[in-house]
């Protein structure tokens, strides 16, 4: 069955940084674009970046474009988001989903909380 | 961006109930219209993608319709189990946006 773990979540101050994982497992992972989506504390849904399945093309959210990176390795079937220069806007859950406009798998989720 | 307006924020029903939940686009988005359904502490789930194609395992009780910028979703009759937060997203142009959730709550 299709599995999408994040890890990499905490919390963090203003300015920092940190890197955020999901692993994927029960499908070919290296066949399908992978998304970040994230979720402000009781509030909606946010479409943050999406990476293709070979990993050149990428498109980010204008409001984490210049400080989040996503990337992949489709060999440790893993995705990855590099976030710095972190806001306190930026505190969320983070998701990551499995499609590139419509997401059919999602992750648990992990809680970024960046303090000011 | 293509701003996703959903109505009502918020309703009250009983189990059995039919309950239609409205989502506007404020531009042209074709079909490109998804459904999702989120429960408390938990990811969402894929209802609907392309305005009307029920995911595989979604009960046929749900049902979408709609182009252009007006799409409905549509719960014919209400189970216990559809006590949620139902989220609208646009996939006709990046960024992908979504409505702002509509919360479906037990009477």
């Known amino acids: 069955q299709v599995q999408l773990v994040e890890s990499g979540g905490g919390l963090v101050k203003a300015g920092g940084s940190l890197r955020l994982s999901c692993a994927a497992s029960?499908?070919?992972?290296?066949?399908?674009?992978m998304t970040w989506i994230r979720q402000a504390p009781g509030k909606g849904l946010e479409w943050v970046s999406y990476?293709?399945?070979?990993?050149?093309?990428?498109y980010y959210a204008d409001s984490v474009k210049g400080r989040f990176t996503i990337s992949r390795d489709n060999a440790k079937k893993s995705l990855y988001l590099q976030m710095n220069s972190l806001r306190a806007e930026d505190t969320a859950v983070y998701y990551c989903?499995?499609?590139?406009?419509?997401?059919?798998?999602w992750g648990q989720g992990t809680l970024v909380t960046v303090s000011a | 961006d293509i701003q996703m307006t959903q109505s009502p924020s918020s309703l009250s029903a009983s189990v059995g109930d039919r309950v239609t939940i409205t989502c506007r686009a404020s531009?042209?988005?074709?079909?490109?219209l998804n459904w999702y359904q989120q429960k408390p502490g938990k990811a969402p789930k894929l209802l609907i993608s392309?305005?009307?194609s029920l995911q595989g395992g979604v009960p046929s009780r749900f049902s979408g319709s709609g182009s252009g910028t007006d799409f409905t979703v549509t719960i014919s009759s209400l189970q216990p189990e559809d006590f949620a937060t139902y989220y609208c997203?646009?996939?006709?142009?990046?960024?992908?946006?979504f409505g702002q959730g509509t919360k479906v709550e037990i009477k």
């Open positions: 989903a499995r499609g590139q406009s419509s997401f059919d798998y």
């Open positions: 029960g499908f070919t992972f290296s066949d399908f674009y």
């Open positions: 990476i293709s399945s070979s990993g050149s093309a990428i």
């Open positions: 531009q042209y988005i074709s079909r490109f």
């Open positions: 392309a305005a009307s």
């Open positions: 997203q646009q996939s006709y142009s990046t960024p992908w946006t």
